[in-house]
């Protein structure tokens, strides 16, 4: 330490460059950690390896060298046999907590104000819907409406640290994952947590932020990472054996520890996020089988999930402050601040008329937090109105209030404070874009901003060092808040084709940001940034067709984030239609019927749109269903029409407006309604008003269970087997090794896509309506990535309406399966898989395929089209003798527009009479041909309009013209076009719908 002592001696004091000695105090704010760990440093005691090389930097040493030198003369120094001895684990895990919350409170603290303000956002219990109580049949798509996510309980802070924390798991579940919006608190919450269970229990906490895992499993991060930092707190004079990393297995095995993990959506896994969500489950076993753990997590990447494969977690997501604990947090942050008055004018200034949108952003604490000090610093500050203008105000600031980290003159240096900013968009999009997510390796820092911006930003705490990384030693750094590395990337982006460049007939050169995760907060704050052609950006997105059927999946999912992006974007001349036509989706006012999937995302979307707008069509909707007043048991009660949208509109509202009495009388009408009607039939009160409280809220029934038997095939049964057998923890390949080696289908790479061909032919084949449903709902809660292109190639073709029930619930099971395939692949993945060959089963392997006996759906190559369909008509005497068929190939088409020259060239050279005017050049003039000269014939003329090639699609001024044609003209597209019979070219039994329809418009006729 000499070195050291002497260097701090030597050095100029921060902004006094005229006198030299640094105090540990200067160490501290130069080196962003705590006192204790300098002064541990400075006695010689063992350190964390990234906090050393901090310190070293702040010092003006080359810290691989320093640290080189270090460990040389240790090794080559005489050292004694460590003595054995027997380890303390509750003061290991003791002083390391202690030693993390320290580090914590200097590396992620948004301000040098830095207060600890005492106020928690409340925690909701999450449940899947109890099995309500239902007679008779039940539509497949009300079962599944039976099991939506809802809120069983509330638990204010106290309460969860008490009835949680502080009790022992009676249920199977036993471990706990806290879900919430970035700054819900979810980190602080943990951190209480752990001292909860530090100061009450005697459980030893370990705490591990899971972005510095880097690769490792959970295992190999505490025996070679976090135990011997926490050993060297207690021990420092011992290493770490392989007694020691023994005996700690054997404490966990033991039971009573806690495993606190902080950030799965920080975990750099690659692009599917919820990999990690799985990985965890997988690794919580052996050594590690007995512990209880904690976990947090986004949302986004939680409900990309809604059927979560972390089985054995109850689930919590963090509620918004009430108003009464948004004035206590002002209350007491100002008081800290010692400026009481202050805060009396800030919660004044809340209560304010046409204020809503404000007083909704700051129920988060994060956002509170930065309001605070906004209206702490700036007497004249206005309070803003969106999340992006919040954040712009805060740095706005955060200059004025971080003085003494910087010695730069700001005034003098006009533009370096737009550079900084620029530079740490351009990192924050980088880290965005790759594997590293929130983690941001020095390599990638000094690409992307350079060494003179990065120290900048290093000394006014945008950046903090947090880890090291595993396999190189390299410094790893992260903004102190990972919604400002969100919000840096939003600024930087000046042109929104950075997140869509639609290229629609060959998606893989294009950009499609807009479905991945990690970009939805960026894509909602770069909305709220006063943009250059947001309107531009957003009517794509709600225009916006993926070419894959008319049920257009990605279609919805823009346009949902449009939706989304309504909140910040508020000026927007056509956010009114917006949230009509999302409020129109999620409670089917638009005149078709629409799959359950999409009505219920549309309706968890309308909880995060505009809010005003949200709230004034809820309670219209509500207001102009008629009333009914209804006598029961000398009981009277007010019910509205159209139940199951108005209930579910009233609970929406009292979400988005908590206390509104209009929600609030209805659901409590209906509660005591159901209730009085359960006791009319004999129930006890108590089990009738729980019943009552299932039946709305989704609460669990306390009465005795209802059990409902339905009869399953036994070749669905297997495919279910099988498919459940993946969601488990000990899959692997070799697990259905007899299962291939007894298939006759020799094609076949793995059991995943045996079970993906197993379900895809059960679905598409099989009479059993509860076989699929429990099939679909089984693959629902699957993330083998791999099976998702071999079920859309293969379900695509079920895509399709007929009045025939076996059709229709065909229909609605296929389309659940697809859509949930197409919230977790990416948009070109999809497109592929949507526009490939559909696999087909050989007859003589479908006897080793798991599904019920059916024909197998017809598979068409357009490129024989010509020739099929002919030969379809030839096999039919009174049809080939009634007809003369002409396909006309749209593929190449030129115009586009106007292909009237090549639609009659097709024409003539399939036996239609020539024009004795010459070729039509125009589509009017096609329209007389064909009205005039062809109505004489001796057959009468079929026009069936086709593409040969799958990427190619028909115009839409060429569709209007066509519709003016009349006579017996059919069209394979999933396009809009009127007058015109339309086939889906994704219909499985093309040939025989083409045969039917020209049955009934010719010999019928």
Known sequence: MDKVRQQMAELEKPLNPDKRGWSKENLVNQAYVSISTVQRFLDGKPCDRGTV???????????????????????????????????????????????????????????????????????????????????????????????????????????????????????????????GEPGAGKTTLLDKIATHIQENNQDLPICIALASLQGKTLKDYILQEWLPEAMALVYPDIDVEKSHKTSLQKRLRHGGVWLLLDGVDEMAVGPNSCLSLEEIRNQLTDWLGNVRVVLTCRTNVWDARLNNPLTGFDTYKTQEFKPEQVDDFIQQWFAEAKNIQRGQELQEKLQEPQKERIRQLVKNPLRLSLLCQIFSQNKQAELPETKAELYQHFVRYFYEWKPSQSVIDWATQPGLREELHQALGRLSIAGLDSDARFRLPLSLIQQEMGDRLFKLAWDLGWLNLVDREAATDESVYAFFHPTFQEYFAALAIDDWHFFLNHVPHNPDEGIYRIFELQWKEVIILWFGNNNKNRDKFIELLTSFNDRCGIENFYGYRAYFLAACAISEFTIYERADEIVERLFQIGFSNIGEELHYCVEDAAREVFKKTDRLKAINLLTKLIREEKEHKITLENQSFRLRGNAENTHEAAKILTKLDPGNKLAEDLLENVISFYTAMDCSWGMDREDALSSAHSLVYGLPFKGEPIKVEFKIENESIKVIKLLDKLTKSDYNEYTFKDILKSSKDKKLKSSKEFIAKSLVNLLCNSEDDMGCFAATLKFTKMIQYEMFPLVVEGLRNCLYRKTDKDDVDRYFHCYGVIWHCAQKMSYPEFYSAWHSQPFTINAKVSDNILVSKSNTNQVLNFAEFPEVLPSAIVSDPMLNQAVQLICIDGSEFNPLDNPATDIYIQMVEQGCPERQEGTPTTMPLLKAYWRLNLRNLEKRVALVFYNSKIDREFSKPFLTALSAFGGTIAIITDRPCDNVKRISPNHPNLIDAVLKWLQRSILEA
């Open 53 to 179: 090389i901090s310190i070293l930097k702040a010092l003006e040493f080359e810290p691989i060298n320093f640290i080189a030198e270090h460990d040389s003369s240790l090794q080559n120094s005489d050292r004694e046999p460590q003595p054995k001895i027997t380890i303390d684990w509750q003061r290991v895990c003791q002083s390391m907590l202690n030693e993390q919350q320290e580090e914590q409170r200097f590396r992620r603290r948004a301000t040098e104000m830095g207060f600890e303000i005492n106020v928690f956002v409340p925690l909701g219990l999450i449940k899947r819907k109890q099995q309500q109580r239902r007679s008779g049949n039940v539509p497949m798509e009300l079962l599944h409406q039976l099991e939506p996510e809802v809120v069983t309980r509330i638990y204010e802070h106290d309460e969860f640290m008490t009835d949680v924390i502080g009790q022992n798991p009676t249920g199977k579940n036993k471990h706990i994952a806290i879900v």
